[in-house]
Protein backbone atom coordinates (compact mmCIF):
# COMPACT_ATOMS: atom_id res chain seq x y z
CA UNK A 1 0.00 0.00 0.00
CA UNK A 2 1.10 3.35 -0.92
CA UNK A 3 1.13 6.69 1.35
CA UNK A 4 -1.17 7.92 -1.17
CA UNK A 5 -3.66 4.59 -1.14
CA UNK A 6 -3.46 4.55 2.84
CA UNK A 7 -4.53 7.71 2.66
CA UNK A 8 -7.63 7.10 0.65
CA UNK A 9 -8.92 3.70 2.71
CA UNK A 10 -8.63 6.59 5.91
CA UNK A 11 -10.69 9.29 4.87
CA UNK A 12 -13.04 6.90 3.17
CA UNK A 13 -13.09 5.37 6.96
CA UNK A 14 -12.94 8.74 8.23
CA UNK A 15 -16.03 10.20 6.26
CA UNK A 16 -18.05 7.21 7.27
CA UNK A 17 -17.15 8.55 11.08
CA UNK A 18 -18.41 11.96 10.32
CA UNK A 19 -21.29 10.45 9.12
CA UNK A 20 -21.89 8.46 12.09
CA UNK A 21 -20.74 5.31 11.88
CA UNK A 22 -18.86 3.15 14.50
CA UNK A 23 -15.33 2.39 14.16
CA UNK A 24 -13.54 -0.71 15.78
CA UNK A 25 -9.82 -0.48 14.88
CA UNK A 26 -6.90 -2.79 15.78
CA UNK A 27 -5.34 1.18 15.88
CA UNK A 28 -7.00 4.35 16.90
CA UNK A 29 -4.66 6.35 14.66
CA UNK A 30 -2.42 5.46 11.24
CA UNK A 31 0.78 6.32 11.10
CA UNK A 32 2.31 8.48 8.53
CA UNK A 33 5.49 7.06 8.49
CA UNK A 34 4.34 3.41 7.36
CA UNK A 35 2.54 1.93 4.30
CA UNK A 36 0.61 0.46 7.42
CA UNK A 37 -3.50 0.49 7.78
CA UNK A 38 -4.89 -1.35 10.51
CA UNK A 39 -7.71 -3.62 10.41
CA UNK A 40 -11.23 -1.94 10.85
CA UNK A 41 -14.69 -2.87 11.04
CA UNK A 42 -17.09 -0.39 10.05
CA UNK A 43 -20.59 -0.50 11.74
CA UNK A 44 -23.66 1.83 10.94
CA UNK A 45 -22.36 3.21 8.04
CA UNK A 46 -25.56 4.70 5.72
CA UNK A 47 -26.15 2.12 2.78
CA UNK A 48 -25.88 4.90 0.47
CA UNK A 49 -22.53 6.52 1.86
CA UNK A 50 -19.19 6.36 -0.09
CA UNK A 51 -17.72 3.84 2.09
CA UNK A 52 -20.72 1.79 1.37
CA UNK A 53 -20.93 2.30 -2.34
CA UNK A 54 -17.16 2.02 -3.15
CA UNK A 55 -14.63 -0.11 -3.25
CA UNK A 56 -11.73 -0.24 -0.69
CA UNK A 57 -8.98 -2.04 -1.65
CA UNK A 58 -8.26 -2.22 1.95
CA UNK A 59 -8.10 -4.15 5.29
CA UNK A 60 -11.53 -2.63 5.91
CA UNK A 61 -15.07 -4.17 6.13
CA UNK A 62 -18.55 -2.60 6.35
CA UNK A 63 -21.37 -4.63 8.40
CA UNK A 64 -24.66 -3.69 7.10
CA UNK A 65 -27.43 -5.48 9.44
CA UNK A 66 -30.72 -6.93 7.80
CA UNK A 67 -34.24 -8.01 7.77
CA UNK A 68 -35.71 -11.10 5.52
CA UNK A 69 -37.41 -7.71 3.82
CA UNK A 70 -34.89 -5.95 2.27
CA UNK A 71 -31.46 -8.57 2.14
CA UNK A 72 -32.42 -9.08 -1.87
CA UNK A 73 -32.05 -5.20 -2.10
CA UNK A 74 -28.88 -4.87 -0.20
CA UNK A 75 -27.22 -7.53 -1.94
CA UNK A 76 -28.17 -6.07 -5.39
CA UNK A 77 -27.35 -2.77 -4.28
CA UNK A 78 -23.72 -2.19 -6.02
CA UNK A 79 -22.11 -2.35 -9.32
CA UNK A 80 -19.06 -4.17 -7.72
CA UNK A 81 -19.22 -8.13 -7.61
CA UNK A 82 -15.44 -8.51 -6.00
CA UNK A 83 -16.42 -9.75 -2.45
CA UNK A 84 -19.43 -9.87 -0.05
CA UNK A 85 -21.10 -12.19 2.78
CA UNK A 86 -24.40 -12.81 4.12
CA UNK A 87 -24.65 -14.23 7.71
CA UNK A 88 -27.63 -14.81 9.97
CA UNK A 89 -29.08 -17.76 12.39
CA UNK A 90 -31.76 -19.23 9.68
CA UNK A 91 -29.17 -21.74 8.01
CA UNK A 92 -32.86 -22.71 6.05
Known amino acids: ?12 VQRAIADGALVHSASKSVASETFFYPPTVVV ?8 STQEVFGPVLVDHRYTDDDI ?10 LAAGIFGRDLG
Do not use: C, Q
Not at 44 to 51: G, M, N, V, Y
Not at 72 to 81: E, I, K, Q
Open 1 to 12: MSAAHRDKVDGL
Open 44 to 51: DASRTSEI
Open 72 to 81: AALANDSGFG
